[in-house]
């Protein structure tokens, strides 16, 4: 099995957030460090060199695989912002449609800026998310 490169480390989040070049991205960065800080009740955590996790998860799959993952997450990408929702969209989709503008993948929400989305169902989201995931792992 292979070993996950992307691993929690002691990297400067300031310095990382002060190398963001785009103003607005930064300042937006900041805005959704602090939601995710009062949501999980964590210190942000640099994990691999371009992710601000917060909280540990320790998971452990049928399969036998297991390893260590944050319970949410944000990454300033160059098109956007990634918002990692651990626990998936399959039953999010009543706050998805009043979100606002975004994109999703498995596990991973894009918005260009906050200005996009109501911050109130972006919170609603996470909160889900890192309820489900504490939750499912942490019995």
């Not at 460090?33 to 320790?58: C, R």
């Not at 319970?71 to 160059?78: E, F, I, V």
């Amino acid at each position: 099995m292979s070993e996950l490169k992307t691993k929690q480390n002691d990297g400067n989040i300031d310095a990382f957030l002060n190398g963001i070049i785009d103003i607005s991205k930064k300042e937006d960065c900041i805005k959704i460090l602090e939601l995710m800080k009062k949501i999980t009740n964590a210190e942000p955590k640099m994990w691999g060199d371009s992710i601000i996790g917060f909280g540990v998860n320790h998971y452990k799959y049928e399969s036998g695989r297991e390893g260590k993952w944050f319970l949410t997450g944000l990454s300033p990408r160059k098109q956007n912002i990634t918002i990692y929702i651990m626990s998936g969209f399959n039953k999010l989709q009543d706050q998805l449609s009043k979100l606002g503008k975004h994109k999703t993948s498995k596990a991973c929400l894009y918005i260009k800026t906050l200005s996009d989305v109501d911050i109130k169902i972006l919170k609603q989201i996470i909160t889900f998310s890192v309820k489900t995931i504490f939750n499912k792992y942490n019995k």
